[in-house]
T-cell receptor, first 114, second 111 residues
Framework: DTAVSQTPKYLVTQMGNDKSIKCEQN?????MYWYKQDSKKFLKIMFS???????INETVPNRFSPKSPDKAHLNLHINSLELGDSAVYFC?????????????FGQGTRLTVV | GQQVMQIPQYQHVQEGEDFTTYCNSS?????IQWYKQRPGGHPVFLIQ?????EVKKQKRLTFQFGEAKKNSSLHITATQTTDVGTYFC???????????FGTGTRLKVLA
């Protein structure tokens, strides 16, 4: 069983559309994250939730809204998609938000906005 | 804000040669982690360093944390084609819960 799974793996959509990416972890972890990796491979944290509570909210356009229905799930909804949103989005989880805990990443969702 | 830079950005080596990537933070770090991302894959945790001057080894990989806890390095001895990928450091600034990923070093190993 995959520890951190994201769906879909690929997403091609037109500008202006709204889309969601889902993430689930079966590791029993308390903390989940969304990262964005651009075409230059830079990895930037977007959001983090700890036990369904938002603890990290980077400077991200408010078109991006995370939702955590329970601590095993963290979804990302994006409104009014723009060309610049094209990237690979990674979900990750860690046991707690305590320092020094490794993160487990999902396989990534490659979003292409046309 | 905190920045974590890595050099070089790219490195091509012949199989069997050594490789080093350097990670430099603009602020003092509580600890630093290293991840490897294979082409088309996702980042995978390699190791974590916590103490000033700490050195850890994993087979052909040697990780070092600087005395001032603002820099780190990853050295691979006698590279193999399986070492291909992008290596990221991720630094945790003191007093925060947020790891900032470095800019990454893409390694290509030529057989």
């Amino acid at each position: 069983d995959t520890a951190v799974s994201q769906t879909p793996k690929y997403l091609v959509t037109q500008m202006g559309n709204d889309k969601s990416i889902k993430c689930e972890q079966n590791l029993g972890h308390d903390t989940m994250y969304w990262y964005k990796q651009d075409s230059k491979k830079f990895l930037k944290i977007m959001f983090s939730y700890n036990n369904k509570e938002l603890i990290i909210n980077e400077t991200v356009p408010n078109r991006f809204s995370p939702k955590s229905p329970d601590k095993a799930h963290l979804n990302l909804h994006i409104n009014s998609l723009e060309l610049g949103d094209s990237a690979v989005y990674f979900c990750a989880s860690s046991q707690t938000r305590v320092r020094g805990i490794e993160a487990f990443f999902g396989q990534g969702t490659r979003l292409t906005v046309v | 804000g905190q920045q974590v830079m890595q050099i070089p950005q790219y490195q091509h080596v012949q199989e069997g040669e050594d490789f080093t990537t350097y990670c430099n933070s603009s602020t003092t770090l509580s600890n630093i982690q290293w991840y490897k991302q294979r082409p088309g894959g996702h980042p995978v945790f390699l190791i974590q360093l916590v103490k000033s001057g700490e050195v850890k080894k994993q087979k052909r990989l040697t990780f070092q944390f600087g005395e001032a806890k603002k820099n780190s390095s990853l050295h691979i001895t006698a590279t193999q084609t399986t070492d291909v990928g992008t290596y990221f450091c991720a630094g945790l600034a003191s007093g925060t819960y947020k790891y900032i990923f470095g800019t990454g070093t893409r390694l290509k190993v030529l057989a």
